[in-house]
């Protein structure tokens, strides 16, 4: 499975951004399709992710409200609307995969991951 992140960019604060997975390769079919960032000295974290059998979201706490992830089963696109942008959401965005059941956290192939960056 391969990942292609894209829709990364300088947006000022405020804003709304949305950012594309597209996966191409073996189909996902019971699998799931997370996105993480990666803020300038600080940890991978998690935001949401969302199953391909049934559709079902799933966010961290700390990304209910103003994160938004969807999916375009015909074109294989995952999306994650970002809402009400804030200087510390400056980050590079990652998508991720899996194609077998799992954590929602845990995933097996990785896209390159898109900056966004956020200017006050």
């Known amino acids: 499975v391969q990942l292609q992140a894209s829709g990364g960019g300088l947006v000022q604060a405020g804003g709304s951004l949305k950012l594309s997975c597209t996966a191409s390769?073996?189909?996902?079919?019971?699998?799931?399709t997370g996105w993480f960032r990666q803020a300038p000295g600080k940890e991978r974290e998690f935001l949401a992710g969302?199953?391909?059998?049934?559709?079902?979201?799933f966010y961290a706490d700390s990304a209910k409200g103003r994160f938004r992830i969807s999916r375009d089963r015909a074109t294989n696109t995952v999306f994650l609307e970002i809402l009400s942008l804030k200087f510390e959401d400056t980050a590079v965005y990652y998508c991720?995969?899996?194609?077998?059941?799992?954590?929602?956290?845990?995933?097996?192939?990785w896209g390159q991951g898109t900056l966004v960056t956020v200017s006050s």
């Open positions: 991720a995969a899996r194609n077998r059941v799992g954590d929602r956290t845990e995933y097996d192939y």
């Open positions: 390769g073996p189909a996902l079919t019971d699998g799931a």
């Open positions: 969302v199953s391909w059998s049934g559709g079902s979201r």
